[in-house]
């Protein structure tokens, strides 16, 4: 086992940072492409596995593969925190020049982290992020993908293709930026690119699941929709603005209709549907209003309160160290 001071001297070029989530059976294969790739490099690398508290087995399996090599650090949270304050664990550890995250069921392909290595030095970019081209996902959310991120995209006025994910390369300083910002909201890859760091993009097959299945359920993928809306953008807090315009000039259409109408001595209904649509779409219209707005109050809240984003229950591999 490696003491403090050379774990502080070892020089690290390149650190892969992976959040683990119901796929144990997957990390001994994940550890083996990555650990050869890494070493036909060349360069001084580690792995740093985070396990986010899924109950299948994950920490056995990654406690496995730490204790046959020190170059794979382990970290185990307290709770199931989330995918992206995994990835924030992960990278508040990571001491190489440059960081590569991915997810763990091996549908990104380590054998590629060369060629983003090269190319992310020779066009001078901070980030580098891979477009998943022949996704392995079913239609439906892909469909459901592509909505959110059109949506996305317009509330927040980033670029941001439904086809990124977390596989990526960047600068050690733009990472720590990441870890350094206060918010409970943490996409990793959509902050990287609000940042507006110098960023490319390059396409890689989305290869076939090894192991295990995807855990963002639909409900899940709903909150996290709103969520990540409403840390990047204050756009939401417009809508309302634009429906009641549109709302009010559709009641002065309808009450010229009126008078008009009885200008013209032509019978109108009663007005009671009118009426009670009227009273319908202005509270469902307000009660919407108040929703957003709690949201957003909600969270400055979580920001107020300066909980910590994740508890570390153990590590491995590393210097004890109580960050979170």
Known sequence: MNSVSDYENEKIDISVVVPV????????????????????????????LVDDRDGMGSWDAIRKEASADTHIKAISLTKNSGQDKAITAGVSVARGDWIVTMDCDLQ??????????????QQELDVLIVRRQDRKDSAIVQLLSKA????????????????????LIASKRATDLYVHTKGQGRDFTMFLLWTGYR???????????????????????????????????NRVLYLPIYV??????????????????????????????????AVFFFGG?????????????????????????????????????DKS
């Open 21 to 48: 989530y119901g796929c144990p059976e997957a990390i001994p294969e994940l550890c083996r492409r990555n650990t050869e790739t890494l070493k036909a490099m060349g360069v001084g690398y580690e792995i740093i």
């Open 108 to 121: 990104d392909a380590p054998e590629n982290i060369p060629m983003l290595y090269e190319k992310v030095r």
């Open 148 to 167: 959110f991120h059109k949506v996305f995209s317009y509330l927040s006025e980033l670029d941001f293709d439904y086809e990124l994910g977390t596989y």
């Open 199 to 233: 960023k490319g993009f390059v396409e890689l097959e989305h290869e076939t699941r090894y192991a295990g299945k995807s855990s963002y359920t639909f409900g899940k993928k709903l909150e996290y929709a709103f969520r990540a809306t409403t840390t990047f953008s």
């Open 244 to 277: 009641g315009a549109v709302s009010a000039f559709g009641s002065l259409i309808y009450i010229l209709f009126v008078i008009i109408s009885w200008a013209m001595d032509v019978a109108n209904p009663d007005g009671w549907n009118t009426l009670a649509a």
């Open 285 to 321: 219209l307000i009660l919407s209003t108040l929703g957003v707005l709690g949201i957003y109050i909600g969270n400055i809240f979580d920001v107020a309160k300066e909980r910590p984003l994740y508890i570390v229950q153990e590590t491995m591999n590393l210097p004890d160290s």
